[in-house]
């Protein structure tokens, strides 16, 4: 019997829930993500979330953060022609990479903040008022529909 890894539904998602989008999410792109490099996603409070990456060996000239069609797209690229080093041992992974987040209705990056070798980034969520739940008053005294002719 084969498995189903839904790993991919809840590291890819930020900002919501709906699992068939994001099955479809998930079948479009496939395993072409590497786990390079490493994130966490948190729910810093209601409607704001944080996304921390590391990106040792990164400078912020050698990031990029873009958004589309509720796509969130972070990559890193090393200039070319930098000076071969002769590593004894290589910890600490500084190749190219493209990691990209699909972001529910309404999330917008809000702030990015590249500190200590970690890469923050804020996400909020920002409701219309037009879509926000409203509270309607029942009146005690309704009697039924009333109407005005016009003469």
Do not use: C, W
Not at 6 to 26: E, I, M, N, T
Not at 33 to 39: A, E, I, K, L, V
Not at 61 to 88: A, V
């Amino acid at each position: 019997m084969r498995t189903i890894d839904f790993s991919p539904l809840y590291r890819s998602g930020v900002g919501f829930d709906r699992l068939p989008s994001l099955l479809d999410a998930v079948a479009q792109r496939g395993n072409n993500q590497s786990g390079y490099p490493h994130y966490n996603i948190e729910l810093v409070e209601e409607d704001l979330y944080r996304i921390t990456m590391a990106v040792a060996g990164f400078v912020q000239d050698e990031l990029n953060i873009e958004t589309t069609d509720q796509t969130l797209t972070i990559s890193g690229k090393k200039p070319s022609g930098e000076t071969e080093t002769s590593y004894l041992y290589q910890g600490i992974a500084t190749r190219d990479f493209t990691r990209k987040f699909q972001l529910a209705d309404h999330v917008k990056v809000s702030r990015a903040k590249l500190e200590n070798g970690l890469l923050h980034i804020t996400l909020v969520r920002e409701l219309p008022e037009a879509i926000k739940p409203r509270t309607i008053t029942i009146d005690s005294g309704f009697t039924g529909i009333s109407s005005t002719k016009a003469a």
